[in-house]
Nanobody
Framework: EVQLVESGGGSVQAGGSLNLSCVVS????????MAWFRQTPGKEREGIAG???????SYADSVKGRFTISRDNAKNTLFLQMNSLKSDDTGMYYC????????????WGQGTQVTVS
């Protein structure tokens, strides 16, 4: 069974930092592209950062320069270091995975809430 479990969300003041984690199980983690998505109030869910199995990384413009995605293949864990947080970053953050041959992410965690005030 595939499982993705996020943690690390919380409440923080603007300008602060949070580090999200996502522990995965049920598949060969180092072969799967991984990503972080978020659902912010009034907006559609958006992909904000992704890391492929070869380590290539991409970011949405809204988080570029502030957020850093990384993966620890030995620990089956995905991270998102979030710095210089803004109120617009408030939302539910989701970890996602997809099989290498898929174009859409099809495995999702339950989400972790981030609130920036």
């Amino acid at each position: 069974e595939v499982q993705l479990v996020e943690s690390g969300g919380g409440s923080v003041q603007a300008g602060g930092s949070l580090n999200l984690s996502c522990v995965v199980s049920g598949f060969v983690y180092n072969e799967y592209p991984m990503a972080w998505f978020r659902q912010t109030p009034g907006k559609e869910r958006e992909g904000i950062a992704g890391v492929d199995s070869d380590g290539s990384i991409s970011y949405a413009d809204s988080v570029k320069g502030r957020f850093t995605i990384s993966r620890d293949n030995a620990k089956n864990t995905l991270f998102l270091q979030m710095n210089s947080l803004k109120s617009d970053d408030t939302g539910m953050y989701y970890c996602a995975a997809r099989e290498p041959w898929q174009t859409e992410y099809n495995y999702w965690g339950q989400g972790t809430q981030v609130t920036v005030s």
